[in-house]
């Protein structure tokens, strides 16, 4: 059996030793107190036939890169790839570059430009932070001047950091989102089935941004033309740019799209699996994920994926205070409960910690996501709730809205 050796401790590193786990011995570091086979070992320190890295941040700072000069096998690009999530400058120069649709944009590091570029665009406005922010560095909003209060705090650094000192500013688009996730293999890439997430905290899209409160896996509206459209107009002229830059990209392109009147438009590239969709994307995989992440990581894929008709739909359960100031140490009850309630595919756990009376208490924003399984997402989508519903702990955040009416 081959050995992986999965590196991140949320959710989604959850789902990948779960379904890796179908047909490999699979270790996570550091994991968390629920993920099976966690260890505090450094991957640098670890022997196996391959190894997976769930998050971005570590992908930016160049683990794959020294995991490779270790002669090892690696799925996760290197630091030069890393960049089409770590700086969203990059990202949008090199996708305009390939003729990818996507939003109209300028990039920024003076508040006096920033601002008469503002002056020139419609809302909704578009703030990002051009480094990482944890999925939170995004403003979309109709005031002009809570955009122009936003360019200030961003490039001052005092609503990110360093991360906001360079600004994208985009063009608002309007339209549904869709998540495409594919496995390249530095010449071309395979697609997963299509997810979409849930970013905002609140019911009805309302709240914050947060790195997703629950997401749905098959999308109706994406239909197989548009995967194949996404393949071959977005994802394939991508790696063909990166390979004119001398980038070898083996990993994950996620590519967060909007449907607008005028076609599919890409937001984001993310570097890795989603964190939920890898929680509905993955269970429903048929064929090896273990094989597809090593012929990536070798440079060849050789066949597409297959996924169950079943449909999976997971809510997040995060703390109070999610996003901005989680409280941690609250007492979690019913997780068994959840575990044992029909049609629960997983219950998969990103930050739980075991207090002194051996009890699982919160111990990070995004606590864990239920998923439900079922013959439509309808289905699926009664069943995750009615498990998820078993679990309480003080100040509980879920959204009651995940996949409402999707048909
Ligand atoms: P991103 O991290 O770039 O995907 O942005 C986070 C979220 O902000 C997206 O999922 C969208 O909901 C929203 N967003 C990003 N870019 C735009 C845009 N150009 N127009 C409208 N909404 C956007
Ligand atoms: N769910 C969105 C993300 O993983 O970035």
Same mark, same amino acid.
């Given at each position: 059996?081959?050995?992986?050796?999965?590196?991140?401790?949320?959710?989604?590193?959850?789902?990948?030793?779960?379904?890796?786990? $179908?047909?490999?011995? %699979?270790?996570?570091?550091?994991?968390? *107190?629920?993920?099976?086979?966690?260890?505090?070992?450094?991957?640098?320190?670890?022997? *196996?036939? @391959?190894?997976?890295?769930?998050?971005?941040?570590?992908?930016?700072?160049? @683990?794959?890169?020294?995991? $490779?000069?270790?002669?090892?096998?690696?799925?996760?690009?290197?630091?030069?790839?890393?960049?089409?999530?770590? =700086?969203?400058? #990059?990202?949008?120069?090199?996708?305009?570059?390939?003729?990818?649709?996507?939003?109209?944009?300028?990039?920024?590091?003076?508040?006096?430009?920033?601002?008469?570029?503002? +002056?020139?665009?419609?809302?909704?406005? %578009?703030?990002?932070?051009?480094?990482?922010?944890?999925?939170?560095?995004?403003?979309?909003?109709? =005031?002009?001047?809570?955009?122009?209060?936003?360019?200030?705090?961003?490039?001052?650094? =005092?609503?990110?950091?360093?991360?906001?000192?360079?600004?994208? @500013? +985009?063009?608002?688009?309007?339209?549904?989102?869709?998540?495409?996730?594919?496995?390249?293999?530095?010449?071309?890439?395979? *697609?997963?089935?299509?997810?979409?997430?849930?970013?905002?905290?609140?019911?009805?899209? @309302?709240?914050?941004?947060?790195?997703?409160?629950?997401?749905?896996?098959?999308?109706?509206?994406?239909?197989?033309?548009?995967?194949?459209?996404?393949?071959?107009?977005?994802?394939?002229?991508?790696?063909?740019?990166?390979?004119?830059?001398?980038?070898?990209?083996?990993?994950?392109?996620?590519?967060?799209?909007?449907?607008?009147?005028?076609?599919?438009?890409?937001?984001?590239?993310?570097?890795?699996?989603?964190?939920?969709?890898?929680?509905?994307?993955?269970?429903?995989?048929?064929?090896?994920?273990?094989?597809?992440?090593?012929?990536?990581?070798?440079?060849?894929? &050789?066949?597409?994926?297959?996924?169950?008709?079943?449909?999976?739909?997971?809510?997040?359960?995060?703390?109070?205070?999610?996003?901005?100031?989680?409280?941690?140490?609250?007492?979690?009850?019913?997780?068994? +409960? *959840?575990?044992?309630?029909?049609?629960?595919?997983?219950?998969?756990?990103?930050?739980?910690?075991?207090?002194?009376?051996?009890?699982?208490?919160?111990?990070?924003? $995004?606590?864990?996501?239920?998923?439900?399984?079922?013959?439509?997402?309808?289905?699926?989508? &009664?069943?995750?709730?009615?498990?998820?519903?078993?679990?309480? #702990?003080?100040?509980?955040?879920?959204?009651?809205?995940?996949?409402?009416?999707?048909?």
């Amino acid at each position: 059996m081959n050995r992986v050796v999965i590196v991140g401790s949320g959710g989604r590193e959850h789902a990948l030793a779960d379904v890796l786990g $179908r047909d490999a011995d %699979v270790i996570v570091t550091p994991g968390n *107190a629920v993920i099976p086979n966690s260890v505090a070992t450094s991957p640098l320190e670890i022997d *196996a036939d @391959l190894f997976v890295i769930g998050p971005e941040a570590p992908l930016v700072a160049g @683990l794959a890169d020294q995991l $490779r000069e270790q002669g090892k096998l690696v799925f996760g690009p290197g630091s030069d790839g890393a960049q089409l999530e770590g =700086s969203k400058a #990059w990202m949008k120069d090199l996708v305009m570059e390939a003729g990818v649709p996507t939003a109209r944009y300028g990039t920024f590091t003076e508040v006096d430009h920033a601002q008469t570029y503002l +002056e020139t665009m419609s809302p909704p406005y %578009v703030i990002k932070t051009d480094g990482l922010a944890a999925g939170k560095g995004v403003l979309v909003t109709d =005031s002009l001047r809570e955009a122009r209060t936003a360019v200030e705090n961003y490039l001052s650094g =005092s609503a990110f950091g360093g991360a906001g000192e360079k600004i994208v @500013l +985009e063009e608002g688009l309007i339209g549904p989102e869709i998540s495409i996730l594919a496995i390249s293999d530095g010449k071309k890439a395979v *697609a997963l089935s299509p997810a979409q997430d849930f970013k905002r905290l609140l019911n009805n899209d @309302l709240g914050p941004n947060t790195g997703g409160m629950g997401a749905y896996s098959p999308v109706p509206i994406a239909s197989s033309s548009l995967v194949s459209d996404v393949l071959n107009n977005f994802i394939q002229p991508t790696i063909d740019t990166l390979i004119e830059r001398g980038i070898d990209y083996r990993g994950v392109l996620y590519a967060g799209l909007m449907l607008t009147d005028g076609g599919p438009k890409l937001l984001e590239y993310n570097v890795r699996f989603g964190d939920p969709e890898a929680q509905v994307v993955l269970p429903r995989i048929e064929t090896s994920l273990t094989n597809l992440l090593l012929e990536a990581a070798s440079g060849d894929i &050789k066949e597409n994926p297959s996924f169950t008709s079943d449909a999976m739909v997971t809510i997040v359960c995060a703390t109070e205070g999610y996003p901005t100031s989680p409280r941690m140490g609250d007492l979690i009850t019913g997780i068994e +409960e *959840a575990i044992q309630s029909p049609g629960i595919e997983k219950v998969y756990v990103a930050g739980i910690d075991i207090n002194e009376a051996q009890q699982p208490v919160t111990g990070g924003g $995004r606590v864990l996501s239920v998923t439900g399984r079922g013959s439509t997402i309808q289905v699926a989508r &009664k069943n995750a709730y009615e498990g998820v519903d078993k679990i309480r #702990w003080e100040g509980l955040q879920k959204r009651q809205d995940i996949a409402e009416g999707i048909e």
